[in-house]
């Protein structure tokens, strides 16, 4: 009878350790940081600075051997050109992060998958690790319908609410 009691109150315990760990007691503070395209915006990891943007629906390859990148119909190419810096003390891995657009009917839609340009020399960051007070640029590219108008903001990966204010597009 005793064991039965025991063991009753120990499922009773671990119950309610885990409830309390659930009910966000170790609550994460977000620094909700906003930074114009162009300035640096510090996250946890990274200094992160988007140094332009341009649309469009097409990306040459460059390359003979290689076909241009076409947008699929009524869809085009949002391209960030953005550097990382590591600011850690030990290397570190960069992910491309998300794109949000908030219309003017106050619709707000994220774009959180990139775009995997192969073969074509400055886009992407897959599996791109780099080494401590290193910086590394790259374009980040988002397929997104022609026809969105709104503010676009840039979320970079491993980011905490930090976000880099990317203007209109109309």
Not at 37 to 57: A, C, H, M, P
Not at 101 to 128: C, H, N, Q, R
Request: aromatic share 10%; with cysteine; proline share 3%.
């Amino acid at each position: 009878m005793i064991k039965k009691w025991m063991f009753a109150t120990a499922v009773v315990l671990m119950f309610s350790a885990c409830e309390e760990g659930a009910s966000g007691n170790e609550a994460k503070v977000t620094k909700q940081e906003v930074v114009k395209k162009g300035e640096v915006l510090t996250t946890d990891y990274f200094d992160v600075t988007v140094n332009d943007l341009r649309i469009t629906s097409k990306i040459e390859s460059g390359n003979p051997y290689l076909d241009d990148v076409i947008a699929s119909e009524g869809q085009c190419f949002l391209i960030i050109n953005t550097t990382f810096k590591n600011t850690n003390t030990e290397s570190r891995m960069i992910f491309e992060g998300s794109l949000e657009v908030k219309t003017p009917e106050g619709k707000s839609y994220m774009f959180d998958k990139t775009e995997s340009i192969l073969g074509v020399d400055g886009y992407g960051a897959l599996l791109e690790q780099i080494n401590p007070l290193t910086s590394f640029t790259t374009n980040i590219v988002f397929q997104m319908p022609k026809d969105i108008k709104g503010s676009i903001y840039y979320h970079p990966g491993r980011s905490d609410g930090e976000t880099i204010d990317l203007g209109k597009i109309n």
